[in-house]
T-cell receptor
Framework: AQSVAQPEDQVNVAEGNPLTVKCTYSVSGNPYLFWYVQYPNRGLQFLLK??????LVKGSYGFEAEFNKSQTSFHLKKPSALVSDSALYFC??????????????FGSGTQLTVLP | SQTIHQWPATLVQPVGSPLSLECTVE??????LYWYRQAAGRGLQLLFY??????ISSEVPQNLSASRPQDRQFILSSKKLLLSDSGFYLCAWTSGNEQFFGPGTRLTVL
């Protein structure tokens, strides 16, 4: 079975400061890892993914995430937060070897609030 | 490019009434399709997924059902809504390794 943990329900950061949203995962074999963002009353938008290769992945809107296999983590980061980054963020995982259509397992979400 | 549509965007229904939510995908063929429910603006619960016409897998037993009458159409239904069915319903499809989500339907059961 695969699982994702987002240990923080809420993250607050001042505008212009760096931000980190944490994610750890559990999966059999190598993982595919994803970050999605959700604005109020909207569907989820894809931010970035890790499949293979460089552990530092760059995505949309200046976000990046670092894959750490030994710590089974995939934390989302941004060097300088904007008020418009305030949203709900979801981490997701699936096993590389998974042939099931069930695919992604999502974390419970982290509400990011960037304070002006 | 591929797009995914959901309607209605919002819906208010009385307890015991029927439900039909529709999802359609454009610009792709034979997609894997998914219905999720999001309660209280938080985690996603996978309800159903489909790998093809007429093929439905249920993840959670409940009073909801799903159907896929056409390749790019996925319908979520109920014969009698419960208060606990209130939530934000998201349709998604898969392209390769990624899932893409529709705009969602906000359902309120009174």
């Amino acid at each position: 079975a695969q699982s994702v943990a987002q240990p923080e329900d809420q993250v607050n950061v001042a505008e212009g400061n760096p931000l980190t949203v944490k994610c750890t995962y559990s999966v059999s074999g190598n993982p595919y890892l994803f970050w999605y963002v959700q604005y109020p009353n909207r569907g989820l938008q894809f931010l970035l993914k890790y499949i293979t290769g460089d552990n530092l992945v760059k995505g949309s809107y200046g976000f990046e995430a670092e894959f750490n296999k030994s710590q089974t983590s995939f934390h989302l980061k941004k060097p300088s937060a904007l008020v418009s980054d305030s949203a709900l963020y979801f981490c997701a995982v699936r096993a590389l070897s998974s042939g099931s259509a069930r695919q992604l397992t999502f974390g419970s979400g982290t509400q990011l609030t960037v304070l002006p | 490019s591929q797009t995914i549509h959901q309607w209605p965007a919002t819906l208010v229904q009385p307890v015991g009434s029927p439900l039909s939510l529709e999802c359609t995908v454009e610009g792709t063929s034979n997609p894997n399709l998914y219905w999720y429910r999001q309660a209280a603006g938080r985690g996603l619960q996978l309800l159903f997924y489909s790998v093809g016409i007429g093929q439905i897998s249920s993840e959670v037993p409940q009073n909801l059902s799903a159907s896929r009458p056409q390749d790019r159409q996925f319908i979520l239904s109920s014969k009698k809504l419960l208060l606990s069915d209130s939530g934000f319903y998201l349709c998604a499809w898969t392209s390769g390794n990624e899932q893409f989500f529709g705009p969602g339907t906000r359902l309120t059961v009174l």
